[in-house]
């Protein structure tokens, strides 16, 4: 089935937007059949290995300078600390240990360590992903050395809304580390974020942002806001008819996301612990095949493993093959 292109027009993917919901599902499971085992999740592990502090000014993170969010800024983990947290991911069956620095750019005074840590993840087994903020050509070179298999940068929403995001760099600025990882030959993994205030046509756009790049990014996380107090977005969200995406448009959102990335790991990520089970398996069926398992995302709560492997149970749904099975926590 040759369906992967891209050349889409926003027209084609608001056209997917604006099926009958039950027309989208059965075209997104189509397609993701095709391409993908039905019955298979991706299990992965987010780890903040440095977290606060950020000079970004990023809406909707805690981790900015600028938000009033309370959390402090730390300084980057150490090696081994980090490769306990690996491992002790791995035991629960995550198959993608992804590691995130609260930095605009990693400093060269940095690069030893966080090599180090791909190195030694690496030697576990597992996949490996970093997302550190933007990256010089030359420092996606070191990481692809040390045997990176991803690097997460995401677009966050459409190029037309961004600026209303995020001020401190532009959505030209992402593009440019996404070129140098992909000439690197690290896998991009590269998503956004939905239930920021945006329109159906910015999500239009961020879909059809990504799904008409050179290459599609081969992980496409889709966030659900977590409105976080202090920060521009969860200040401005709280408490309004916003503060949450409707559950349909956002099952819509991953299931016109994988109908135009046929190939892409499509990830449920943030906002997913506040998700009832069924849109969660509504998820499932639109094509979603990778989640975040553990208690906490970078600095947001998370459904956690038990939770998670008690959902694919019931669901009849089993880690993707490589992974051990999760545990479930004795009632």
Request: charged letters at 20%.
């Amino acid at each position: 089935m040759n369906d992967v292109r891209n050349d889409w027009t926003r027209g084609q993917i608001a056209d997917l937007f604006d099926l009958p919901f039950t027309d989208l599902l059965f075209r997104a499971q189509t397609v993701h059949r095709a391409h993908h085992a039905p019955d298979e999740v991706q299990l992965c592990t987010l780890l903040s290995i440095k977290t606060g502090g950020c000079p970004e000014d990023c809406g909707y993170c805690s981790q900015s300078a600028t938000a009033d969010s309370g959390l402090k800024a730390e300084k980057l983990m150490d090696v081994d600390a980090v490769l306990a947290s690996a491992a002790e991911a791995k035991a629960a069956g995550s198959q993608r240990f992804c590691m995130g620095a609260a930095w605009r750019n990693p400093k060269a005074r940095d690069m030893d360590n966080v090599v180090a840590m791909v190195e030694g993840v690496k030697a576990m087994g597992l996949e490996t992903c970093m997302t550190l903020g933007m990256l010089e050509a030359s420092q996606a070179r070191a990481l692809a050395e040390a045997g990176l298999d991803y690097y997460n940068h995401n677009i966050d929403t459409s190029p037309e809304n961004y600026g209303n995001v995020i001020t401190t760099r532009t959505f030209a600025d992402r593009l440019e580390t996404l070129g140098h990882v992909r000439d690197a030959g690290i896998s991009v993994c590269c998503g956004g974020i939905v239930g920021m205030g945006e329109t159906r046509g910015d999500r239009v756009g961020f879909v059809h942002a990504l799904a008409t790049l050179p290459r599609h990014p081969e992980s496409v996380p889709v966030n659900a806001l977590v409105p976080v107090k202090g920060t521009p977005l969860g200040d401005m969200l709280a408490g309004t008819p916003m503060a949450k995406i409707d559950d349909i448009e956002f099952v819509r959102t991953v299931a016109v996301a994988r109908i135009a990335m046929p190939l892409s790991m499509v990830r449920l990520s943030a906002g997913r612990e506040s998700m009832s089970e069924a849109t969660q398996a509504l998820c499932f069926i639109a094509g979603a095949n990778s989640i975040f398992t553990g208690d906490k995302l970078l600095t947001t709560g998370n459904a956690g493993d038990s939770a998670d492997a008690a959902l694919l149970a019931k669901l009849g749904v089993r880690p993707m093959t490589g992974a051990e099975p999760m545990r479930v926590a004795a009632e």
